[in-house]
Nanobody, 124 residues
Framework: QVQLVESGGGLVQAGGSLRLSCAAS????????MGWFRQTPGKERTFVAT????????DYLDSVKDRFTISRDNAKNMVYLEMSSLKPEDTAVYYC?????????????????WGQGTKVTVAS
């Protein structure tokens, strides 16, 4: 059974930084793509950043490209999202997702397994 557990969210001032972590278990972590998505009330879950199984390929939402960094540690079954220069519009619940393939598309519908989410609030 695949399990994903996010942590690291919280309240931060605009311009600040946070590091989100996602611990994965239940299967061979290094074989599958991972992604970070976010959701605000009443809106759909949307793409933030994804990383291929090997970690070689990454993809970012344009608005976070120069501020966020996704990475993974396949030895520890962990994926991270380093967020800096945070803006109030980054406020959301952030979800870690994985899928049954090594490539990492942007569509949340391509991801089968999800964590419970971690809330990020950026105060202006």
């Amino acid at each position: 059974q695949v399990q994903l557990v996010e942590s690291g969210g919280g309240l931060v001032q605009a311009g600040g930084s946070l590091r989100l972590s996602c611990a994965a278990s239940g299967r061979t972590f290094s074989s599958y793509a991972m992604g970070w998505f976010r959701q605000t009330p009443g809106k759909e879950r949307t793409f933030v950043a994804t990383i291929s199984a090997s970690g070689i390929s990454t993809d970012y939402l344009d608005s976070v490209k120069d501020r966020f960094t996704i990475s993974r540690d396949n030895a520890k079954n962990m994926v991270y999202l380093e967020m800096s220069s945070l803006k109030p519009e980054d406020t959301a619940v952030y979800y870690c997702g994985t899928r049954n393939h090594y490539t990492a598309p942007r569509a949340s519908s391509d991801y089968r397994y999800w964590g419970q989410g971690t809330k990020v609030t950026v105060a202006s």
